[in-house]
Nanobody, 122 residues
Framework: QVQLVESGGGLVQPGGSLRLSCAAS????????MAWYRQVPGKQRELVAT???????DYKDSVRGRFTVSRDDAKKTVYLQMNNLKSEDTAVYYC????????????????WGQGTQVTVSS
């Protein structure tokens, strides 16, 4: 089946940058949407950025202008370039994709990455 594998998290200083990657593997015929979420302990998971082939990109207000989401459909990969990171960006980041796993493309399923820790601290 489908698995999403994330990479790129780590520890950075405020103002630094990180680039997260999330690649889908397995039986993937079509990725409809790709998104990034993040979650802080004790808080609900929140949507950070989305990228859709029809509607383009959208961002959480607090990251707009600092984060850029992009996708490489050939590699079945979504990226999140994070610049000018702030302490409040510290969270576990999860990628999400809606994927059709059959050639008929009749149904899409939602898949999640394993999460990658981003820590912004001096």
């Amino acid at each position: 089946q489908v698995q999403l594998v994330e990479s790129g998290g780590g520890l950075v200083q405020p103002g630094g940058s990180l680039r997260l990657s999330c690649a889908a593997s397995g039986t993937v015929f079509k990725v409809w949407t790709m998104a990034w979420y993040r979650q802080v302990p004790g808080k609900q998971r929140e949507l950070v950025a989305t990228i859709d082939e029809n509607t383009g990109t959208d961002y959480k207000d607090s990251v707009r202008g600092r984060f850029t989401v992009s996708r490489d459909d050939a590699k079945k990969t979504v990226y999140l370039q994070m610049n000018n990171l702030k302490s409040e960006d510290t969270a576990v980041y999860y990628c999400n994709m809606r994927i059709s796993v059959t050639i008929q493309l009749s149904r899409a399923y939602e898949y999640w990455g394993q999460g990658t820790q981003v820590t912004v601290s001096s």
